[in-house]
């Protein structure tokens, strides 16, 4: 089984926050929702203990809808989401 990693990292030290493992299995067999999803999570579980200034990622469409979702629920990341 096909399976993906996401890391959640901090820029400035360099150190890895979070990891997050997605299944295929769990997105229906597509890669880039494996990838929403493992995002989603991992911002999800690192906003209940840290404050997040700056999200950087790839320019994926989807990954943008998520941030911009998450814009109206995180006021903490809001002012960093085009």
Do not use: P, W
């Amino acid at each position: 089984m096909s399976k993906q990693l996401y890391t959640l990292m901090e820029h400035f030290l360099d150190v890895i926050i979070d990891v997050e493992i997605v299944d295929v299995r769990e997105s229906g067999g597509v890669s880039c929702t494996m990838e929403r999803l493992a995002l989603r999570r991992v911002i999800e579980r690192t906003m209940q203990d840290l404050h997040i200034n700056e999200t950087v990622t790839d320019a994926s469409g989807m990954i943008i809808k998520l941030l911009r979702d998450f814009k109206g629920s995180l006021n903490e990341i809001s002012d960093y989401i085009v």
